[in-house]
């Protein structure tokens, strides 16, 4: 993992960088129109207001609140930290945080907690 340069809560990043650390870090997420951006695909309502719901969570948590698309099988979140006009440490954070909450596949770690079964009764995300 690269060594990105140390900045303030609210300097923001080049294009240039912004798409290395993407690439690097958050590679299901793009920059599009100034904003770092994820659409993460569900296999319904319910999927969808659960990712809605987590997202909003942390986002909270973090006092650092993301646009989002809500649609019937997907939900975009899109960051940039509008005091600053652009791209800062805290989207990358957040989004970081957001991707590993909603992307979490217990089953796949071993331990106690099995994950969602495989059975299409119960998918209510689809997983990269």
Known sequence: ???WRTLGPEETYGEAE???RLKEELPHWELEKGW???KYKTSGWKGTLMVVN???HLA????HHPDLTVSY???IVKLMTHSAKGITNKDFELARKIEQVVMWQPGTEGGALEGTPDDPRFKYIRYD
Do not use: D, S
Request: aromatic residues 10%; hydrophobic residues 70%; positive net charge.
């Open 73 to 75: 099988a997907f939900v």
């Open 36 to 38: 770092i951006r994820r």
């Open 60 to 63: 909270e948590a973090a006092f």
């Open 1 to 3: 993992m690269a060594k």
């Open 54 to 56: 987590t997202v909003a």
């Open 18 to 20: 912004i798409e290395a």
